[in-house]
């Protein structure tokens, strides 16, 4: 089930923004004020949660060491069985590759909340050499973006739109052909998310484009000059395909509404704002990468680490809240089975 939905405007909580005037995020109830049964307040609790940036490391390098690992496979298959065989595997490497980068690039997502290094400096230029560059994109650009998806979850001027439509086959095909990639640009292109007037902006939104272009085109091409032409594809495929499909079918699990009508146009109609918890199992913990699978969490206060995630979820646990956590908790196949079934 979904948590209750909640937008309030004039309360006094986590996450308040001054030029919107709103002090709760939609989907969040107020955090400020809350205590547990034995008298502990959220914000005492809420100085200790810094983040472990350590682990938030080692989880970055194990998942690009999973997709280099399916890239290593992809270049051996081609190398020692030849393309034939690299091509009869592409939809196996590819979708190895492709899961796994859609893994790491979810840490953009952390980099954006300034839980990468404790120097925020640091941390944008940590974010852009390891995780942003494999989409192309700058921290600080990024930032702005998701920022708006925390402050309009479930409204028409969302920054994050994949929740409009359901897991249906046909939103399946919609993805892996592109179509729904330009649908995500259109939309992304339209928040205007940073004055084109700000000093830089245009400079290095262009530089951090033709970094990611220019990874990938090594990336690409250094099977071409060996004739590992499967293996190239199987790049390509992973991020231009596996990727886009992977990231949209995880928004819909965690935002659509299991009463959400095929026959609307939530681009003009609020959707309403709904956050989920998912199991632990590692299926979860590796497609909701970053803490993510535990969604409801970031959206009840942005700033909190995932790795501080269970600290964050045992003192809800122990508030009023907890039945709200509870009526929240289910799983990705099971939100997938409901959704699917597009009304």
């Given at each position: 089930?979904?948590?209750?939905?909640?937008?309030?405007?004039?309360?006094?909580?986590?996450?308040?923004?001054?030029?919107?005037?709103?002090?709760?995020?939609?989907?969040?109830?107020?955090?400020?004020?809350?205590?547990?049964?034995?008298?502990?307040?959220?914000?005492?609790?809420?100085?200790?949660?810094?983040?472990?940036?350590?682990?938030?490391?080692?989880?970055?390098?194990?998942?690009?060491?999973?997709?280099?690992?399916?890239?290593?496979?992809?270049?051996?298959?081609?190398?020692?069985?030849?393309?034939?065989?690299?091509?009869?595997?592409?939809?196996?490497?590819?979708?190895?590759?492709?899961?796994?980068?859609?893994?790491?690039?979810?840490?953009?997502?952390?980099?954006?909340?300034?839980?990468?290094?404790?120097?925020?400096?640091?941390?944008?230029?940590?974010?852009?050499?390891?995780?942003?560059?494999?989409?192309g994109d700058d921290v600080k650009h990024y930032r702005?973006?998701?920022?708006?998806?925390?402050?309009?979850?479930?409204?028409?001027?969302?920054?994050?739109?994949?929740?409009?439509?359901?897991?249906?086959?046909?939103?399946?095909?919609?993805?892996?052909?592109?179509?729904?990639?330009?649908?995500?640009?259109?939309?992304?292109?339209?928040?205007?998310?940073?004055?084109?007037?700000?000093?830089?902006?245009?400079?290095?939104?262009?530089?951090?484009?033709?970094?990611?272009?220019?990874?990938?085109?090594?990336?690409?091409?250094?099977?071409?000059?060996?004739?590992?032409?499967?293996?190239?594809?199987?790049?390509?495929?992973?991020?231009?395909?596996?990727?886009?499909?992977?990231?949209?079918?995880?928004?819909?699990?965690?935002?659509?509404?299991?009463?959400?009508?095929?026959?609307?146009?939530?681009?003009?109609?609020?959707?309403?704002?709904?956050?989920?918890?998912?199991?632990?199992?590692?299926?979860?913990?590796?497609?909701?990468?970053?803490?993510?699978?535990?969604?409801?969490?970031?959206?009840?206060?942005?700033?909190?680490?995932?790795?501080?995630?269970?600290?964050?979820?045992?003192?809800l646990m122990k508030t009023e809240f907890a039945p709200?956590?509870?009526?929240?908790?289910?799983?990705?196949?099971?939100?997938w089975r409901r959704l699917a079934r597009d009304r």
């Amino acid at each position: 089930m979904s948590a209750p939905l909640t937008s309030v405007d004039g309360i006094e909580g986590t996450g308040a923004v001054a030029a919107t005037g709103r002090t709760v995020f939609p989907g969040s109830p107020a955090l400020t004020g809350l205590r547990t049964g034995d008298g502990l307040g959220w914000r005492e609790f809420r100085r200790g949660l810094q983040p472990r940036f350590g682990l938030v490391w080692c989880d970055i390098a194990g998942r690009f060491a999973l997709t280099a690992l399916g890239y290593a496979v992809a270049c051996a298959v081609a190398a020692l069985a030849g393309n034939a065989t690299g091509f009869a595997l592409l939809p196996l490497t590819s979708a190895w590759m492709g899961f796994w980068f859609g893994s790491v690039v979810l840490f953009m997502h952390e980099a954006a909340h300034y839980n990468l290094h404790p120097d925020k400096t640091l941390n944008d230029r940590l974010a852009n050499v390891f995780v942003c560059i494999l989409t192309g994109d700058d921290v600080k650009h990024y930032r702005a973006l998701h920022w708006k998806h925390h402050l309009h979850l479930g409204e028409t001027d969302d920054t994050e739109i994949s929740y409009h439509w359901a897991p249906t086959i046909r939103f399946m095909l919609e993805t892996l052909s592109g179509v729904h990639a330009w649908r995500v640009f259109k939309a992304h292109r339209r928040a205007r998310v940073l004055d084109a007037r700000e000093p830089g902006t245009l400079q290095r939104d262009f530089f951090a484009l033709a970094r990611g272009i220019a990874l990938h085109a090594v990336i690409a091409g250094v099977p071409l000059l060996f004739g590992w032409y499967s293996a190239s594809l199987a790049w390509v495929v992973a991020v231009a395909v596996v990727f886009p499909f992977v990231s949209a079918l995880r928004q819909q699990l965690e935002h659509r509404s299991e009463e959400a009508s095929a026959e609307l146009d939530y681009s003009i109609i609020p959707h309403g704002a709904v956050n989920r918890m998912f199991d632990r199992s590692i299926f979860a913990r590796s497609f909701g990468s970053a803490g993510f699978f535990r969604h409801l969490l970031h959206h009840w206060d942005p700033s909190v680490s995932y790795t501080r995630f269970t600290d964050f979820e045992a003192f809800l646990m122990k508030t009023e809240f907890a039945p709200l956590v509870d009526d929240a908790r289910t799983s990705y196949v099971a939100v997938w089975r409901r959704l699917a079934r597009d009304r």
